[in-house]
C-alpha cells in the first residue's frame, strides 16, 4: 500500500475511520432482520459503495492537491451517473453527464499542465500550485451564483412537464429550491477547483454541510432507521471533515 505511505497523519486516520465506517453501514444490512447477502451485493448496493469509497480518494488528493484527484473523480462521477440512472434521478444524471463530467477531465490536464514536485510526508508527490481568488472576483461570483440557482432551480421544477413531453413520467423534486442551491454551489466548487484556487473548499464546505444537515433532517422526519440514511450522513461527514483539512492544506500550500 505504497500511497497509504504516502498519505499525513490526518488522512491516514482519516482513510481508516471513514473506509471501516462505510464498509460497515454496507454490509450491515444482511444482519438486519429479514436481511440477506443478495441484498447488501445487489447491483444498486454495489454501485453506491463504489461511489462512496471513490469519493473518499477523491476528497484526499484534492485535499493534497494532487493530479489523482480527477482519476478519482471521473470515477466517482461515472458510477454516479449509473446509480441516479437507476433511480430515476434524472436533473443529477444531467447535471453530472453535462458538467461534472466534463469538467473533471478538464480539470486532471489543467493539474497535470500545471503539476510541480513539492516534498510530501515521506514521499515526493505531483502537485498543483496553489492560487487566491481576488476580493474583487467575489462579486460577479455572488450575482452569477444567484442566477445560475434561480435558472436551475427553475430548471428542476419543470423538468417533469418537460418529460411528460416525451412520455415520460419521473416524481417532482419536492426540495428543488435547495437541492438547486447545492447544485450551484458545487458548479462553482469544481470550477474554482480546477483554476486551483484555494476558495474552493469555502464552496465544498457550504455544500457538504447542507448534505449533512439535509440527511439527518430526514432520518429524524422519517422517525425510523435506516442504513441508506445513515451511509448518505457519513458520506457527506467525511466530506465535511475533509474540507476542513483541505482548506488548511491548501492555504500552507499557497504560501510557498
Known amino acids: 500500500m505504497k500511497f497509504f505511505k504516502s498519505y499525513s497523519l490526518f488522512h491516514k486516520i482519516f482513510f481508516l475511520v471513514f473506509l471501516i465506517l462505510n ?3 454496507f454490509i450491515a444490512p444482511a444482519f438486519q432482520q429479514g436481511g440477506s447477502w443478495g441484498s447488501v451485493f445487489s447491483f444498486l448496493s454495489i454501485l453506491g459503495f463504489i461511489v462512496t469509497i471513490s469519493g473518499l480518494f477523491a476528497g484526499i488528493y484534492t485535499a493534497r492537491a494532487e493530479v489523482p484527484t480527477y482519476i ?3 470515477i466517482n462521477v461515472f458510477f454516479y451517473i449509473i446509480l441516479s440512472l437507476s433511480r430515476h434521478l434524472y436533473a443529477e444524471v444531467i447535471l453530472y453527464t453535462i458538467y461534472m463530467l466534463p469538467m473533471n477531465i478538464y480539470g486532471y490536464f489543467a493539474w497535470k499542465k500545471n503539476a510541480q514536485i513539492v516534498e510530501h510526508t515521506n514521499t515526493t508527490s505531483s502537485t498543483i500550485e496553489v492560487k487566491s ?3 474583487s472576483a467575489w ?3 455572488i450575482i452569477l451564483g444567484i442566477i445560475i440557482w434561480v435558472c436551475y432551480g427553475t430548471f428542476v421544477y419543470y423538468l417533469p412537464n418537460i418529460f411528460a413531453h ?3 413520467t419521473i416524481a417532482p423534486d419536492k426540495e428543488f429550491y ?3 442551491f447545492t447544485a450551484t454551489v458545487t458548479i462553482f466548487a469544481v470550477i474554482v477547483s ?3 484556487f484555494k476558495e474552493t473548499w ?3 464546505l457550504i455544500s457538504d454541510s447542507v448534505g449533512v444537515i439535509l440527511y439527518i433532517v430526514s432520518i429524524i422526519q422519517s422517525g425510523s432507521f435506516s442504513f441508506s440514511a445513515l451511509s448518505g450522513a457519513i458520506m457527506w461527514t467525511q466530506f465535511v471533515v475533509n474540507a476542513i483539512y483541505g482548506m488548511m492544506v491548501w492555504k500552507k500550500l499557497e504560501k510557498k
Open 202 to 204: 469555502y464552496f465544498w
Open 178 to 180: 435547495i437541492d438547486s
Open 166 to 168: 416525451f412520455g415520460m
Open 72 to 74: 478519482w473523480g471521473t
Open 194 to 196: 480546477t483554476k486551483r
Open 139 to 141: 462579486s460577479y461570483i
Open 133 to 135: 481568488l481576488k476580493k
Open 23 to 25: 464498509t460497515i453501514v
